[in-house]
């Protein structure tokens, strides 16, 4: 079966994030076209072309659809649905706006939302602000899905697709451009971030809030909040999280005096790790978090603020540096003892080997925001201490020089207890797949 999806792009950018776990849905539906529309869109279409499992794609550069207009883009599709059975496109805004009038113009039905494929024709869809699985089938000929990103890992690239350019369909002359208001911003898009930092009603005001934004530009961040802390005028709209606003799944979601109604649950639950800090421990947030704090937000946040943001010399090197070593790409055929005496494996990216943790106070805390991508993985740990003996003897297979694999959530842990109790700057755990 053939699909078309439409990518989403703005002002000539590829949101490569939201396009690439569309990709990963859509390829379990058939044989994938990507199709960017815009003003100026050549250079997404390329970059669209790199993503694993896209066969082609479709560039249609006209004026017409600078601004994302429902239904010039609308009308294209429509134009292009006789060679697909699929229409499908991420559910965000754009899409949400433009993927009914498809449905509408072929006389189709839309599912909205999908959280998974069943198979060519049966889609499930969470209902029930999330409480329930709804399994949908359609008999529809054409079949038009949004799939909700957040259920999805993003395609890889890699991909060479062939580039097609095509034509406008045309103007229909129903809508037109009057305004963008967009609030510019340098923190990561909350849809995308890797890490979301939100606050509740328990904040307490909008001069309040800037602890809650402290914090998320501490850990580079996105700002989010409920509909409590958006409805008093907290925080803007756009950084709602929850059945009515936006949802988010990033590794690491904070929630700051946000109590847990279900409506916000529904927005982040799907989240990797979440942290919750609440001086209710009875708050329903504690019940879907993977840790909590009972404690007061004013004094916890400022705190954890602080210590992110210590100045004092890193033995191993930037954050920057850490997430470097993460995501290096090299070759390495060596073991990992092999790779403990490199010269510098902090700055070496001819190694695959995917990490090094200085086990000390500064740098365990700077590295929270990369470790939960890691956590679940089975990774081969060597751990070197060339201080306190005893001290790794006391943590199992941990003894000096020490080597095994375990889930890095058991390692960060130990690397914790070891960092608490005193171990020198000189105490290091390696790491790699």
Not at 26 to 44: F, H, K, N
Not at 46 to 65: N, S
Not at 258 to 282: F, P, R, T, W, Y
Request: glycine share 8%; proline share 4%.
């Amino acid at each position: 079966m053939a699909v078309l999806l439409l990518a989403e792009v703005n002002d000539g950018a590829l949101a490569m994030d939201a396009t690439a776990k569309a990709v990963t849905a859509a390829t379990a539906l058939g044989d994938v076209t990507v199709l960017c529309a815009g003003a100026t869109c050549s250079e997404a279409a390329a970059q669209a072309a790199t993503l694993f499992g896209v066969a082609k794609v479709l560039c249609a550069e006209d004026a017409i659809y600078s601004k994302r207009m429902a239904e010039p883009v609308a009308d294209l599709m429509v134009s292009l649905a006789g060679e697909f059975e699929h229409i499908v496109a991420p559910a965000t805004t754009d899409a949400k706006n433009i993927m009914p009038r498809v449905a509408a113009l072929l006389d189709v039905m839309v599912i909205s939302d999908a959280t998974a494929v069943v198979d060519g024709a049966t889609f499930e869809r969470s209902i029930y602000a999330g409480n329930a699985i709804q399994t949908v089938q359609s008999s529809d000929t054409t079949r038009v899905v949004t799939f909700r990103t957040s259920t999805f890992d993003a395609a890889p690239t890699g991909g060479s697709a062939v580039v097609e350019a095509i034509g406008a369909a045309g103007d229909p002359g129903l809508s037109s451009w009057v305004e963008d208001k967009v609030a510019a911003s340098d923190r990561p898009e909350l849809t995308s971030a890797g890490v979301v930092v939100s606050g509740g009603r328990g904040v307490g005001s909008e001069e309040d809030f800037k602890i809650i934004e402290a914090l998320a530009d501490k850990l580079n961040a996105a700002v989010g909040a409920s509909r409590a802390a958006v409805d008093s005028g907290y925080a803007p709209n756009d950084w709602q999280v929850g059945q009515t606003g936006k949802v988010v799944a990033p590794d690491l979601y904070i929630a700051c005096g946000i109590s847990g109604a279900i409506q916000h649950l529904a927005g982040m639950k799907d989240s990797k790790i979440i942290v919750a800090i609440n001086k209710d421990e009875e708050a329903p947030i504690f019940q879907v978090a993977d840790f909590g704090l009972v404690a007061d937000l004013f004094d916890a946040v400022p705190e954890l603020t602080e210590k992110l943001g210590r100045n004092d010399p890193c033995p191993c090197g930037s954050l920057r540096k850490f997430k470097a070593c993460c995501m290096s790409s090299g070759k390495y055929d060596g073991s990992l003892r092999d790779y403990f005496f490199a010269s510098n494996p902090c700055t070496d990216s001819s190694l695959s080997v995917y990490g090094v943790l200085k086990i000390n106070k500064y740098c365990l805390e700077r590295s929270l925001c990369v470790i939960p991508s890691f956590w679940n993985t089975t990774v081969e740990i060597l751990l070197v201490n060339t201080g306190s003996s005893a001290l790794a003897e006391k943590n199992g297979p941990f003894v000096k020089c020490g080597f095994c694999s375990v889930p890095f959530s058991k390692a960060a842990e130990i690397a914790g207890t070891l960092a608490r109790a005193g171990v020198p700057d000189s105490c290091d755990l390696l790491f790699s797949y």
